[in-house]
Structure formats: C-alpha cells, structure tokens
C-alpha cells in the first residue's frame, strides 16, 4: 500500500513558477514510477510527466516539455515537479500517481495509487 500527498498548488501569474511536492508512505516507493497527472474542469484527466524507479528516465506530455520537470528523492519517499512560464491552460487539479510495470505511462489507469490532488491556478 502506499500513500500519496500532494503539496505546492496555488495560484499564480502567467510566466511564473510552482514547485509540486509528493510525500509517499510505505517501503516501496523505491520500486514505483511516479507520474503526475492534472484535470481541469470539464476535461479528462491528462497525463502531464513521469519518472522512472531510479529517476534517470523521465517522460513528458508535449503540452509541458521545456517548462516542467519532473524528479524524485528515494531517500526522502518524494516526488516533485518543478512548473516554470505556467499559462493559463496549466490550471488544474494536479495529482501524483505510483505504479508499477513498465509500459504505458502516459494511461491514467495504469496507476494504482492517487493523491488527493492540488489545485494550480494561473492567472493572465
């Protein structure tokens, strides 16, 4: 079993920055990819970035490749995500997702455990 809070949302002008942070309990965080997901009102949940077991290996959705980045820190059971120039379109409920397996990163329902969510709102 492994838990997962999320923290760092909030609201901010376009061209700023947010840093996500993901607390997860449990022994085997070190064995699960970790990837963020964000849904925004009336929109399916999207798959926004992942990051491998070791965190060498990370994978990005288009919409944020350049200005997110994601990374983990095993020793401290966390994941962040690092949000620069937000736009509008970023607002969203962010979620940290964990899993395992090795294929399909960007399917939502591949993920076995969620967060509860933290809001990002970007202001024009």
């Known amino acids: 079993q492994v838990q997962l809070v999320e923290s760092g949302g909030g609201l901010v002008q376009a061209g700023g920055s947010l840093r996500l942070s993901c607390a997860a309990s449990?022994?085997?965080?070190?064995?699960?990819?970790m990837g963020w997901f964000r849904q925004a009102p009336g929109k399916e949940r999207e798959f926004v970035a992942a990051v491998s077991t070791s965190g060498r290996g990370t994978l990005y959705a288009d919409s944020v490749k350049g200005r997110f980045t994601i990374s983990r820190d095993n020793a401290k059971n966390t994941v962040y995500l690092q949000m620069n120039n937000l736009k509008p379109e970023d607002t969203a409920l962010y979620y940290c997702?964990?899993?395992?397996?090795?294929?399909?990163?960007?399917?939502?329902?591949?993920?076995?455990?969620w967060g509860q969510g933290t809001q990002v709102t970007v202001s024009s």
């Open positions: 449990g022994r085997t965080f070190n064995s699960n990819v």
């Open positions: 997702a964990a899993r395992t397996g090795l294929s399909d990163f960007r399917n939502f329902e591949r993920y076995d455990y």
